[in-house]
């Protein structure tokens, strides 16, 4: 049974969620959602403080409400320090190994010829024309898997993601892409260790930090984090920033004006539309907040979504405002478990926003009615966005 306060697999909290985190914040700040068996942290300090206070909000469950158990220690989102610190070192090593600035003609290549394909059209997907393929040639660049099938990788992502309102899991279909996903990247983890290049899974192969490397399947399941998360929530991003310009037409007149504001009206779009909304904590101590107690073993979600729209944290919260340089906005996360790629998304979103303000006319929905979000307890993505030119 569905709860009607808040529950993160609901199809209504999908569709909108923030009036279901208006009623948390306000009424309930730490609530048991008995559906979903789980704690939900709503108001951003609490959510701030929990991102930083691992001890008590531990990541060895997962950091998803359902995450896989074969992945649990072997990935950066699976683990406390001490060995979180040598892992998330590994993979800071191994973006390091392509500097973001380095691949800054890659990127706005990149972006261009993507924008570029859908200039002059007179309607289009957005998310299945702009930024599912943009997304993808970017990670898939990255990792050095480029020329793979990225419209199957992206459809084993959805089905991947998508959690039945019933049973709160993924369907057999989900669970059998799932493997399919898992076995794709173990391919190319293994094609690397015959032949090493210049790539993240190669470094994810080779890198050693304080005598610790990855083994076995842990490089696979590492790099299909990286992917998987990578290639969803830079999608979900781009696609909810051209949502949030097509609702605020006076926000791209400003851009269209001086694009210099493209920098701070990303963090903005972050914060206001958060590709994750939520992760998952296990309490590892008691923890006691607003009258409740949170016992060992327990399940918590952090609403970065609810949290990123907190009124205690910044004026007038639901309204967008390319100008609001939002600090302390916990759209690519806090503390030890900050996005990894966060450089990487904020420089790809630049230079989409630049390209799309550049080569495309003013853009509205070309259907009524919803939109397709994602059904995932986790992001909020549309899965489809049929698009128009007005202008």
């Not at 403080?49 to 531990?58: E, G, I, K, N, V």
Request: negative net charge; glycine residues 8%.
């Amino acid at each position: 049974m569905s709860d009607p306060i808040f529950d993160p697999f609901s199809f209504a909290v999908h569709a909108d969620p923030y009036p279901f985190y208006r009623r948390l914040r306000d009424e309930h700040p730490c609530y048991w959602s008995e559906g979903a068996r789980c704690w939900v942290l709503s108001r951003h300090a609490d959510v701030f403080a929990a991102l930083h206070d691992w001890p008590h909000f531990s990541n060895t469950g997962g950091n998803v409400i359902d995450d896989s158990k074969a992945k649990l220690g072997r990935t950066v989102g699976s683990v406390d320090p001490p060995r979180h610190t040598r892992l998330r070192a590994l993979v800071n090593e191994a973006f390091g190994r392509r500097r973001i600035a380095e691949e800054s003609a890659f990127l706005q290549a990149a972006a261009a010829r993507v924008v570029e394909g859908v200039a002059g059209r007179p309607s289009f997907d957005l998310v299945r024309d702009v930024t599912s393929p943009l997304a993808g040639e970017v990670m898939a660049h990255l990792l050095g898997i480029a020329g793979t099938d990225l419209v199957q990788f992206k459809r084993l992502i959805d089905l991947s993601m998508y959690r039945d309102p019933v049973t709160r899991s993924r369907t057999a279909e989900g669970e059998a892409a799932q493997a399919a996903l898992f076995g794709l990247v173990a391919q190319q983890v293994e094609a690397r260790r015959d032949n090493p290049g210049e790539d993240m899974i190669t470094a994810l192969l080779t890198i050693e930090i304080e005598g610790e490397r990855l083994e076995g399947d842990s490089v696979v399941w590492m790099a299909r984090a990286v992917f998987g998360a990578g290639f969803e929530s830079t999608s979900s991003f781009l696609a909810n920033s051209v949502l949030a310009l097509m609702a605020h037409p006076g926000a791209r007149e400003e851009l269209v004006a001086d694009q210099a504001l493209i920098p701070d009206a990303v963090e903005e779009f972050l914060r206001w539309e958060t590709p994750a909304q939520r992760f998952a904590r296990t309490i590892a101590q008691p923890v006691e907040l607003h009258g409740k107690l949170m016992r060992p073993g327990e399940k918590v979600m952090l609403a970065y979504g609810s949290a990123n729209r907190d009124e205690r944290a910044f004026p007038q919260p639901d309204v967008l405002d390319i100008r609001r340089k939002p600090t302390r906005h916990l759209g690519l996360g806090h503390g030890i478990h900050f996005c990894a790629g966060a450089a990487l998304a904020r420089s790809v979103a630049r230079v989409f926003l630049g390209a799309l303000l550049e080569k495309l006319p003013v853009l509205a929905r070309a259907e009524d009615g919803p939109i397709d979000w994602a059904h995932s307890p986790t992001f909020r993505s549309p899965v489809s966005l049929p698009v128009r030119a007005v202008s």
